[in-house]
């Protein structure tokens, strides 16, 4: 999937993954939800989750014309500098962040895990 795309629990979950963590996917209340250490994780609509990668990484916020667009700006003083667009500031710098991470692909078809029952 082309990272430029990524959106919702799929981008929390290559955004963690970028951050070294280990998430998975699952359906909380019929809703995909990414999950780190068993605790929801979503940093592509929690400023205080993202707060911390932002200033870590140096992500670069602006509002464009009719999207936000973000750069990790240890990239974008580079030649191959990438910006992202995204609805949302937040939804724009996790795509970053994935981008400078990652590459601009990721793979498919991540599959939510069903909670154990005991």
Known sequence: ??????????LDYWTARADGKHPVISSLAGKLVCLVDGLPYAPSSNWQQAGLLIEREKIMIARGRNH???????????????ICKGPTALTAAMRALVQAK???????GIQASRPSRA
């Open 102 to 108: 990652c590459g601009d692909f990721v793979v498919e």
């Open 68 to 82: 936000w667009i973000a750069g990790v700006s240890d990239f974008v003083d580079r030649d191959a500098a990438r």
């Open 1 to 10: 999937m082309n990272t430029a795309d990524l959106s919702g629990a799929e």
